[in-house]
C-alpha cells in the first residue's frame, strides 16, 4: 500500500471513526453491564471466545493461506464497528444496549485482540515475519481509544453539536472505509482476483457465522429478543478499518489486511439481508415495534 496512505491515511480514518463512536458514547454506557448484566456477560463471551474458535474452524477447514488466516483471526478478534448501532436501530435490536456493548467491547479489545492474533501468527508459524509486539499494542489502542475519550468529551460540553454530527460522522465512516478497500485492493491488484476467490467463501461464511451466533447463543441463554438483536449485530458487524490498520501499519502485511478489505465489502448487504431475515421470520410480532434510541 502506498506509504502516505498507510502511515497519514490509516491513522486519520481510524481516528476519525473512533471520534464519531465516542461522539454516539457517554460515561453512563459504561454502567450499562449493571443494567443487562447477562446480555453483556453472553456478548462479550460469544465475541472474545466463540467467534476465536468458529473463525480458526474455518480457515483450518478451507485450508487458508497463513498470511490470510492469520488476517481472519484478527478480523474475528476486532470490535464492533460503528455501524453495528445504526442495524441495530433499523431491526428492533436495544440500541442502548448495542451502545454499551460498542463501549465494553472497545476496550476489552485492548487485551484480546493482540493475544489472540499473537496465538493466530505463533500456529501459523509467522513469528519470524510478523509480531505484534506490546509497544505497538499500545500505540494501536492510543490511536483507537484517544479519539473515543475525546468525542465523549465533547459530547460531553456540546450535546447538540454530537447529536447534528451523528449522520455525517457514520457517512464519513462508510466512505473511509470504502476508499481503504478500494486501496488496499488496488495495492494488491495482482493478486485480488486469487485472494478473493481464497478469501471471499471464508469471509462470507464468517459474517453469516457472527451475525448467527449473535442472535441464537444470546436467545438460547434467555435474553430478550431486541437484546439479542443487538448482540448480534454488535458481534457480527467487525471493525475492518481497526483490523485494516493493525494489519498494515502495525504488523507491516497488506495480504494480512485482505480478510479484512473483503469483509468491509460484503458484510453491510450481509447484515442488511439478515436483518430482513430477522424481522420478517425470526422475532415475533410484539417485537415488531421501532427500537428506542439512545
Not at 103 to 113: G, Y
Not at 151 to 162: N, T, Y
Not at 167 to 188: D, G, T
Not at 243 to 260: F, K, N, Q
Request: net charge neutral; glycine share 8%.
Amino acid at each position: 500500500m502506498d506509504s502516505a496512505l498507510s502511515t497519514v491515511g490509516l491513522p486519520l480514518a481510524l481516528g476519525i471513526i473512533m471520534f464519531g463512536l465516542g461522539l454516539s458514547l457517554t460515561v453512563d454506557d459504561f454502567r450499562g453491564v449493571g443494567r443487562h448484566p447477562k446480555a453483556v456477560v453472553v456478548a462479550l463471551a460469544c465475541q472474545v471466545l466463540v467467534l476465536p474458535v468458529a473463525c480458526f474452524g474455518l480457515v483450518v477447514a478451507l485450508d487458508l493461506p497463513p498470511l490470510l488466516a492469520v488476517g481472519m483471526l484478527l478480523l474475528a478478534a476486532s470490535p464492533g464497528g460503528t455501524t453495528a448501532n445504526l442495524y441495530s436501530h433499523l431491526f428492533r435490536g436495544d440500541v442502548a444496549l448495542n451502545v454499551s456493548l460498542t463501549a465494553i467491547n472497545s476496550v476489552i479489545a485492548v487485551a484480546t485482540l493482540p493475544l489472540i492474533t499473537n496465538l493466530a501468527i505463533a500456529h501459523f508459524a509467522l513469528d519470524n515475519s510478523v509480531t505484534l509486539q506490546f509497544r505497538k499494542v499500545v500505540e494501536v489502542f492510543v490511536i483507537v481509544l484517544g479519539p473515543v475519550l475525546l468525542g465523549m468529551l465533547v459530547r460531553e460540553r456540546r450535546r447538540s453539536f454530537a447529536d447534528r454530527m451523528d449522520k455525517p460522522v457514520r457517512i464519513a465512516s462508510a466512505v473511509i472505509l470504502a476508499v481503504l478497500v478500494l486501496a488496499i485492493l488496488v495495492s494488491e491488484r495482482d493478486n485480488a482476483g486469487e485472494y478473493f476467490a481464497q478469501v471471499g467463501i471464508a469471509t462470507t461464511l464468517f459474517c453469516v457465522v457472527s451475525l448467527a451466533v449473535g442472535f441464537f447463543v444470546p436467545r438460547w441463554a434467555g435474553v430478550t429478543e431486541r437484546q439479542a438483536v443487538a448482540s448480534s449485530f454488535e458481534i457480527g458487524v467487525h471493525n475492518a478499518t481497526l483490523a485494516i490498520y493493525v494489519a498494515v501499519e502495525v504488523l507491516d502485511s497488506t495480504p494480512i489486511s485482505v480478510p479484512g478489505a473483503i469483509y468491509g465489502l460484503i458484510m453491510f448487504p450481509i447484515a442488511a439481508v439478515w436483518g430482513f431475515v430477522l424481522t420478517r421470520f425470526l422475532l415475533r410480532p410484539s417485537d415488531a415495534g421501532p427500537a428506542r434510541a439512545h
